[in-house]
């Protein structure tokens, strides 16, 4: 079981910057995937980027440019820094990771930050 804790979320105007955090309850040394999703109201949750062990990255098509994510292993965080946001970047962000146990791949959500892009 691995729980995680999002921040940072709130309201910023078009053009802003906001950076998100999420701690997980455990090492993430061996997480074999550590991303982030967002859901907007109306819509389906949607991949924004996620990041291999390896160190690989997967951005959506949408963020590509303005979104930058990072971990720290020894502080257990997964970051996503957010730049030029947009009014459709307005969404409730989930933290996620994918474990594979070698049997199988295990999938934790945290409980997710408001992201509001306004004037």
């Known amino acids: 079981q691995v729980q995680l804790v999002e921040s940072g979320g709130g309201l910023v105007q078009p053009g802003g910057s906001l950076s998100l955090s999420c701690v997980a309850s455990?090492?993430?040394?061996?997480?074999?995937?550590m991303g982030w999703y967002r859901q907007a109201p109306g819509k389906e949750r949607e991949l924004v980027v996620n990041m291999s062990n390896g160190g690989s990255r997967n951005y959506a098509d949408s963020v590509k440019g303005r979104f930058t994510i990072s971990r720290d292993n020894a502080a257990n965080t997964v970051y996503l820094q957010m730049n030029d946001l947009k009014p459709d970047d307005t969404a409730v962000y989930y933290c996620?990771?994918?474990?594979?146990?070698?049997?199988?791949?295990?999938?934790?959500w945290g409980q997710g930050t408001q992201v509001t892009v306004s004037s």
């Open positions: 455990r090492s993430i040394g061996n997480i074999n995937v």
């Open positions: 996620n990771v994918q474990i594979f146990t070698g049997r199988q791949w295990n999938m934790y």
